[in-house]
């Protein structure tokens, strides 16, 4: 956790498993638009939901580096999927793609399933927000 994050845990609320309740943040504020799995040269290499999930991760990464930024900055995730029960069966491989590219920092998230994303192709499209220290 980067020092200028503070992981906000009422006591007596179970720890929740991959996110965090909420956070408290001080710094220059970083904001990622969506981003969906396909490579930077726009082409969906993946076609399955867990590979458009690594793709998508690896672009924030690669967004945030942009403003010298990582992983242990994200604050807040929120993440569009087009079928609940795809991402739900997809629970290991995401976690597995998650924890490899993003580490064991866990910001606060919201996932919501959406009729459609504006790329045919896309599955899950992720948004962040990050804050890096002053």
Do not use: C
């Amino acid at each position: 956790m980067a020092p200028n994050i503070e992981i906000l845990q009422p006591a007596g609320w179970p720890r929740p498993r991959g996110y965090s309740n909420g956070l408290a943040a001080r710094g220059k504020q970083v904001f990622i638009s969506g981003m969906i799995g396909w490579e930077p040269d726009g082409v969906f290499r993946a076609k399955d939901f867990a590979g458009q999930v690594r793709q998508a991760l690896a672009n924030i990464v690669e967004v945030l580096a942009e403003a010298g930024a990582g992983p242990e900055h994200i604050v807040r995730m929120t993440w569009y999927v087009l079928d609940k029960r795809v991402y739900v069966a997809s629970y290991e491989d995401i976690g597995k793609a998650y924890r490899e590219i993003i580490g064991r920092h866990f910001p606060a998230m919201t996932a919501v399933q959406v009729a459609g994303l504006v790329e045919d192709e896309a599955q899950v499209e992720i948004e962040v927000t990050a804050v890096i220290p002053d």
